[in-house]
């Protein structure tokens, strides 16, 4: 998931991105490179710091429930059929699955939204982050593309992810988001990869449109329905090792 909140970015084309972080691995064509989003797959939100702010709005939310209802508000705005996913539908949909009013979930995210980083707000590495990024072969290589704010890579470091990645594309320091496919090809470019080698892992409906890269579907708590894209679904990030050669 690229953040709580959807966030704007430049609308116009930008250069490629610098390099990646270290040189791109010597790798067989056969061998495909991992493209992953941060948010919502190698980093979650804190449920946490939802239910400090909560608390002082006078709303008692459990921090598993918060966070989860992020989760499901984006799904619920990924297959909706309107335009409208700005700040407020999102605060709608989080408040339905947390168990808020509209109104409260609206005033809440405001709240976060002006007082807390989206380091500290999206700062729980995922439990299977580590293990499976230490997993994978040498030879995948694996380079974050987010939809963010310009602070992904702080956002990484502070994880202690960062030196587990090949780069970090931030939407917002090209001024191209996902799912427009010039940021998928910019990653590849970085890497050194034809684009046709590449795949991409997103907990959201967010990959490039007719499928290429390749977009896999992380889905953990098992919210998407079974042809949600017609992209392939995981429900742990170790499925992906079961398929690099």
Partial sequence: MSTAQPRATAPVPAPLPEPAARLPRSTPPHTPALLLDSGGVLILPDGAVLSHYGKRLGLRLDPVTARHAVALAARDLDLAAGPDTGPQAFAHRWSAHAGCSPDAAESLWRTV?????????????????????????????????????????????????????????????????????????????????????????????????????????????????????????????????????
């Fill in 113 to 245: 939204r002006r007082e807390v980083d989206d380091t500290v707000l999206w700062s729980v590495v995922n439990p299977e982050a580590v293990p499976f990024l230490d997993a994978l072969p040498p030879r995948v290589q694996r380079y974050v593309v987010s939809n963010a704010d310009g602070r992904a890579h702080a956002e990484l470091a502070r994880a202690g992810l960062l030196d587990r990645l090949d780069g970090v594309l931030d939407s917002s320091a090209v001024g191209i988001a996902k799912p427009d496919p010039r940021i998928f090809r910019m990653a590849a470019v970085a890497l050194g990869r034809p684009l046709e080698q590449c795949r991409y892992v997103g907990d959201t409906l967010d990959g490039a449109p007719h499928g290429l890269p390749p977009t896999v579907l992380y889905d953990p708590l098992g919210i998407y329905p079974d042809d949600a894209a017609r992209y392939t679904r995981i429900r742990r990030l170790s499925q992906l090792l079961d398929s690099e050669p």
